[in-house]
């Protein structure tokens, strides 16, 4: 009786025994992220690759060492823009560049600058910026002085970078056409935000133009010969802050070559055929010697962050105009 009892007993621990390895298959697997493997090894992982990244001279920036900072923000295009600044306390920054790139692959983006290709590259903590080729890695000296270059590897830091130190430019870019050039700069002066527009290349005037854009960000700026008669245009683009993100243009003609004069932007809230549905959130761009805006059109009882309209698109030409030329209403669509 005993004998049957412990028989018994050993069938059932068997049994147990086979259930609970069969259990232990079918459990699901441990991420490997967790097993302190890094997020990139995980395909199915989204990484994060916002954030601020510094060349190895960072560490060392309080004892007298130069340094780079970049500074990347993700777009809801899957495109990033890219902030490149330097150190700037001791002496005239060595590197400054923004920029916007575009995905190509996983964790990689491609920026063309002056023309030349340039791939920024994301390993988990890790940036490399670097040309496509050869030739293309040439530019990299173009906005550094000094014999320096933006090309080589920058890790992810968990903070701003050190305000005593930085430039504090928001904003730089140089734009030429023409053989006339533009330094575009915006940095805040006191508890003001200024935008500095300098010529460079006029046969008369080339003094700077400044303006108060306080509670306004410089988004881009592009060139180009709008009424084609051989000399440039500069557009600046700006958006407010705030949930609305309204847009505006600020920008200049170039006369004979000789000086500059504001071109005026007219303000869609301004015109009654343009305004409905518009609650900001512009983008800005050039388009076969036009201006281009766009933006969401909302319907009633949309909230800010979800439009359901259509998206209104407008067209604006460059026309001669006193005391200044303007931008007038070329074409408009929908779709």
Same mark, same amino acid.
């Given at each position: 009786m005993m004998t049957k009892w412990i028989n018994m007993n050993r069938t059932k621990l068997l049994a147990a025994l086979v259930a609970t390895a069969v259990a232990s298959c079918n459990l699901p697997k441990k991420d490997k992220a967790q097993d302190g493997e890094t997020l990139a090894s995980n395909p199915n992982t989204t990484i994060s690759i916002a954030g601020t990244y510094v060349s190895s001279d960072y560490q060392k920036r309080h004892e007298g060492y130069d340094w780079i900072g970049i500074i990347i923000h993700e777009n809801a295009d899957k495109s990033i823009t890219i902030k490149i600044r330097s150190r700037a306390d001791l002496k005239k920054p060595t590197?400054?560049?923004? !920029?916007?790139?575009?995905? @190509?692959?996983?964790g990689q983006y491609k920026a063309v600058l002056e023309g030349k290709t340039v791939l920024f590259s994301f390993n988990n903590k890790n940036l490399t910026i670097d040309g496509e080729t050869d030739s293309d890695s040439s530019i990299l000296s173009f906005y550094c002085s000094g014999g320096g270059s933006l090309k080589g590897n920058y890790q992810k830091i968990?903070?701003?970078?050190?305000?005593?130190? /930085?430039?504090?430019?928001?904003f730089? =870019?140089?734009?030429?056409?023409?053989? @006339?050039?533009? &330094? #575009?700069?915006?940095?805040?002066?006191?508890? =003001?935000?200024?935008?500095?527009?300098?010529?460079? +290349?006029?046969? @008369?005037?080339?003094?700077?133009?400044?303006?108060? $854009?306080?509670?306004?960000? #410089?988004?881009? !700026?592009? $060139?180009?010969?709008? *009424?084609?008669?051989?000399?440039?245009?500069?557009? /600046?683009?700006?958006?407010s802050h705030g949930s609305g993100s309204y847009g505006n243009v600020i920008a200049? &003609?170039?006369?004979? +070559?000789?000086?500059? &004069?504001? @071109? *005026?932007?007219?303000?869609? !809230?301004?015109?009654?055929?343009?305004?409905?549905?518009?609650? +900001?959130?512009?983008?800005?761009?050039? #388009?076969?010697?036009?201006?281009?805006q766009r933006f969401p059109i909302y319907l009633k009882n949309d909230v800010n962050a979800n439009p359901t309209g259509k998206t209104r698109q407008i067209a604006y030409e460059l026309k001669d105009g006193e005391p200044s030329p303007k931008f007038i209403v070329k074409d408009i669509t929908e779709f």
């Open positions: 590197c400054t560049l923004d !920029a916007t790139a575009v995905s @190509i692959t996983e968990d903070s701003n970078l050190d305000s005593s130190q /930085v430039d504090s430019r928001t730089q =870019k140089v734009l030429s056409l023409q053989n @006339i050039s533009f &330094s #575009v700069e915006s940095q805040p002066i006191s508890d =003001k935000q200024q935008l500095t527009i300098t010529p460079l +290349g006029l046969s @008369i005037d080339n003094r700077h133009f400044t303006h108060d $854009i306080t509670g306004q960000s #410089v988004v881009n !700026a592009e $060139i180009e010969d709008l *009424n084609k008669d051989g000399f440039p245009e500069i557009l /600046v683009y700006l958006q200049y &003609s170039v006369n004979n +070559g000789k000086s500059m &004069s504001q @071109i *005026n932007f007219p303000q869609v !809230a301004d015109n009654k055929k343009l305004k409905d549905g518009y609650q +900001g959130h512009d983008e800005f761009t050039l #388009v076969e010697h036009k201006l281009v």
